[in-house]
């Protein structure tokens, strides 16, 4: 066989405190496609970032048609024939199509721009693409599948023989991808290196030739694309043998304190465009659902419209038999509702206020600002939480930010607890928190749904899910796939869920 | 004599209200105010003099409490904002605005002072409402959303006064900027009695804790049921009330309304204020009394400027050195390289010593170790 495009060897990279690249390999051929597969964290960004330039490699070497390169930066990555597109298109609106396609590169003469000539190579670029836009439009004035083939386009400029594409379909239709995906079958003929990085397993097997999985830093493989069925992917993802699955230790709570088969909450056909189809669900008081699904299958969308974050388009919630509209999380905190959002940066934490403030924070919002709750109150409120949640701070008018991830989401479960929430809805509440927090906020979980709170647990983390939930839903792709009821709950039945190509319940 | 002595007390008095703050953030505030006076105290005759005329106190001391009055009302409306992550740069004009319509009524339509002072108030109430709707109800950046009245403001006191300076004698009007009240300048009370009020209103309630969070980190604020809109909206509409009071003192100080000069510039100087106060024009915490400190410190340098007879054309590069020197010593992370680098040069730091520092750094909150 010929020369790989790009071979990398051994390529390690190291944080404070973590490996983020673990001698991994990486083949790439010319006129391939090759999916870059792994669950966050997996190493994919950083494998990218290392090859790109944007962080330095502490081990390992790159051949890029047999030579080795060092690049230092995108730029030096460029101007080898490497060239990146970005989840978030990474263009200036403003600017022209043109203008953006040739940003850094402009054609000069004597230091002055050649407005002519950058049409031009703009239009060469874009015809690479079989694309014919005007170049001097506004880039905003085209829609983001457009833009998104312009910032291929431009990527392509430089006379690229690897393209990377960082997720470039999750801010597209089903047409706007079959669209890009012809592009790119074109591409892949003119021998172009594709590397793909998607959280769509459907896309995947749509579009790829191989695999390569990465799982905690590591290579755990790379696979011929029609020789690894989808349930050996996710099981390479997620890290769990297919047959041990079965038998796994399962320490289920079991179904004995739901109250009542009254649902708390009820949602009918709830999507909004571009974020969910339309999906069914249920909770009743004292049952702990929980949301499985692949990263960018729904799970975070279903929290936030049903927290009125976002705002659905269709379908009807009720609460307690009455239909609801939420408008904003004000009206769903009225209704009683909690959520402990993914981010715990951007939309939970105040990180320069007192853990005492970040605790009365909700309960107080909820009261308005003439009933302030008395210091002394607050002071009992923010010590009793404290105690009872084990959150370790050296008082409670430490600012948040100093605290650890762990404690600080123990304070935003405070935060919600404080308010005496009927449905409890918690996004990825063990994310970046250290095992003994995990386990303490689990036990937490189990006490709170005993006392007959319903609960909404999504995870990333399968064995999570099945421990701590008595009905499972399964999304992939924006929609809702499966439903799992006590007795079936196995990590096994899940992946498979995730896995299954045709939909066992077809949801309208 | 009598000034050495009330001199020694004042010192002493102002040594133990320092004291009581050690620890606390606006500590330094106070402290740059000490220094400052100090300074004056041995190198600017005549500023701690002090008499009593009438039974009215004056003196370079007095005079910067009346004349800071402004900057101080307006810097009770701006530290709110500031504290939600925004700006109001149209304080000035509001100020012109509430000047005009309260002399038009006095003066052309022949109207009470009372009902002068309250149209004009309302007035200004209204002008910082307006901002508000932009900010919280469109959604434009504070500083745009405010620089629109900055510019438009003048000119719609200049339609009220129909481009004339409005003079006036009415006594009530007169007494505003220029009375006195228990031996002190009538504006104190005012701006203590706004202070008193701003406090009740963020600390009684909990709009000061909304105001923070919202400012701190507005989205997660609204994942906790906060109505940041609503919030937005009352902290420009408070420094529209403030503004319009500072625009009747001005005023009332030169007993006529000139459109085009009353409350020029003074958002910077109320900008300044709160940040030698020690809010940051990032959002989130602030303090309501730094403020005010900062606003009498900042009217302190310009009377000291103006004591010692330094041109009004280059006053200000040494304000500006000195306003900077302030902010610096502020930040924990200069203070201490400041010391690192005062250390390495064989001499403890003077202006700030190490005494203080040290209690700081295990009292305030923002340096305890991580648990």
Known sequence: MATPLLEITALTKGFPGVTALDAVDFVLHRGEIHALMGENGAGKSTLIKVLTGVFPRDGGETRLEGQIIVPRSPREAEALGISTVYQEVNLIPHLSVAENICLGRQPTWLGAIRWRAIARRARVALARLDLTLDVNRQLSSYSIAVQQLVAIARALDVSAKLLILDEPTSSLDKTEVEELFKKLRKLREGGLGIIFITHFLDQVYEISDSITVLRNGCRVGCFATRDLPRIKLVSHMIGKAVQQVEALERKRASADSIRSEAPLLEARGLGRKGALQPLDLEIRPGEVVGLAGLLGSGRTETARLLFGVDRPDQGTVRVNHKAVRFNSPRTAIRYRIALTPEDRKVAGIIPNLSVRENIVLALQASRGSWRRLPVTEQEKLADQFIQALGIKTPSREQVMRNLSGGNQQKVLLARWLATEPKLFILDEPTRGIDVGAKAEVEKLIQSLRQEGLAVLFISSELEEVVRQSQRVVVLRDRRKVDELTEGEISEEAIMQSIATHNLERPVT | ?371
């Open chain 2, 1 to 371: 004599m009598i000034d050495w002595f009330s001199d020694l007390l004042f010192w002493v008095v102002f040594g133990l209200i320092l004291f009581s703050l050690r620890g606390q953030r606006i500590f330094w505030t106070v402290g740059a105010l000490g220094l400052l006076l100090l300074f004056n105290q041995f190198f600017t005759p005549g500023f701690f003099h002090i008499q009593l005329l009438d039974g009215h106190l004056y003196g370079s001391r007095i005079d910067v409490l009346n004349q800071g009055a402004k900057v101080m009302l307006l810097s009770l409306g701006m530290v709110l904002v500031i504290a939600t992550g925004g700006v109001d740069l149209s304080v000035g004009a509001v100020m012109a605005i509430a000047a005009a319509v309260s002399s038009r009524l006095l003066v052309t339509e022949h109207q009470p002072a009372g009902v002068a002072i309250v149209v004009a108030l309302a007035v200004s109430v209204l002008a910082g409402a307006w901002n508000g709707v932009l900010v919280a109800g469109f959604g434009i950046q504070p500083i745009v959303a405010t620089l629109v009245l900055m510019v438009a403001g003048r000119g719609v006191a200049q339609l009220i006064t129909e481009g004339q300076i409005i003079n006036f004698l009415d006594p009530a009007m007169v007494y505003i900027g220029n009375g006195h009240l228990f031996a002190l300048p009538f504006t104190l009370t005012l701006v203590l009695f706004m202070l008193a009020l701003a406090f009740f209103l963020v600390r009684r309630t909990a709009l000061g804790l909304f105001i923070e969070s919202v400012g701190d980190n507005d989205e997660a604020s609204r994942y906790s049921g906060i109505n940041a809109r609503q919030v937005k909206f009352l902290v420009y509409t408070f420094s529209g009330l403030c503004a319009g009071l500072a625009g009747l003192v001005a005023c009332s100080n030169i007993k006529s309304a000139d459109a085009n000069n009353i409350g020029l510039y003074l958002e910077l100087d109320a900008i300044l204020a709160v940040v030698v106060g020690g809010t940051s024009l990032q959002g989130g915490r602030f303090y309501l009394i730094g403020a005010v400190v900062g606003g009498l410190f900042i009217q302190t340098l310009t009377t000291t400027m103006y004591a010692r007879n330094v041109s009004s054309d280059i006053s200000p590069v040494p304000k500006a050195l000195v306003i900077i020197a302030v902010c610096l010593f502020q930040s924990e992370s200069f203070r201490k390289r400041f010391s690192g680098f005062a250390q390495s040069l064989g001499r403890v730091p003077k202006p700030h010593g190490s005494g203080p520092r040290q209690n700081l750094s295990t009292v305030t909150p923002h340096d305890s170790p991580k648990p």
